[in-house]
């Protein structure tokens, strides 16, 4: 198993450029997240998905925008990129909705907007 | 809300040293879930261990042991015989229900350094 995979690893964006970061999962877990880490700082949650077809807001969603088509996948949108989403972002998966269950991360995509 | 806060932002300790890191936690919940998570330079986070808010027996793992007291609401982490490997940020979580799914609230992390 592979676990969760991202990419990119890096990327550096211009002001008012757009991209997706893509996550995978290959253990067919249900519950998905996205988290992003600024300098020095703890995660902070962004959006998840409990199954497919099914996203909701985390803590700040402003600026992104995510979809759930399959299980395996959940893409992170960032349109009009601005210099506050320099960070780093991890992608993470759980079995279930128990607080019991660990997140399993992704190794994280580094991204600077210049 | 809930809260956790890792007051140490950074240690340094020489190699062979016991280093203790500490976490504390606020949450209305009466059941919970705490988590340590290691974040090594290479950046990716690694699961350390789990513990519930009834479960306040003490664990240890190799050089690692874990002190859970909820009298305190502290969930403090010792590394024993430090090593230069053991350098990482530690973070400290909790889990919270939200919206159907789980939220983990994380601490500012502890970054520690091993120097040899």
């Known amino acids: 198993n592979a676990g969760v995979t991202q990419t990119p690893k890096f990327r550096i964006l211009k002001i008012g450029q757009s991209m997706t970061l893509q996550c995978t999962q290959d253990?067919?877990?249900?519950?998905m997240y996205w988290y992003r880490q600024d300098p020095g700082m703890g995660l902070k949650l962004i959006y998840y998905?409990?199954?497919?077809?099914?996203?909701d807001k985390g803590e700040v969603p402003n600026g992104y925008n995510v979809s759930r088509s399959t299980t395996e996948d959940f893409p992170l949108r960032l349109e009009l990129a601005a210099p506050s989403q320099t960070s780093v972002y991890f992608c993470a998966s759980s079995s279930s909705s128990g607080g019991y269950n660990e997140q399993f991360f992704g190794p994280g995509t580094r991204l600077t907007v210049l | 809300a809930q809260k956790v806060t890792q007051a140490q932002t950074e240690i340094s300790v020489v190699e062979k040293e016991d280093v203790t890191l500490d976490c504390v936690y606020e949450?209305?919940?009466?059941?919970?879930?705490l988590f340590w998570y290691k974040q090594p330079p290479s950046g990716e986070l690694v699961f350390l261990i789990r513990?519930?808010?009834?479960?306040?027996q003490n664990e240890i793992s190799g050089r690692y042991s874990w002190n859970f007291q909820k009298s305190t609401s502290s969930f403090n982490f010792t590394i024993t015989a430090s090593q230069v490997v053991d350098s990482a940020v530690y973070f400290c979580a909790l889990s919270e229900a939200f919206q159907g799914a789980q939220k983990l609230v994380f601490g500012q992390g502890t970054r520690l350094t091993i120097n040899p």
């Open positions: 513990r519930n808010s009834f479960d306040e």
């Open positions: 949450t209305r919940d009466t059941t919970y879930y």
């Open positions: 998905s409990v199954g497919a077809g099914i996203t």
């Open positions: 253990m067919n877990h249900n519950y």
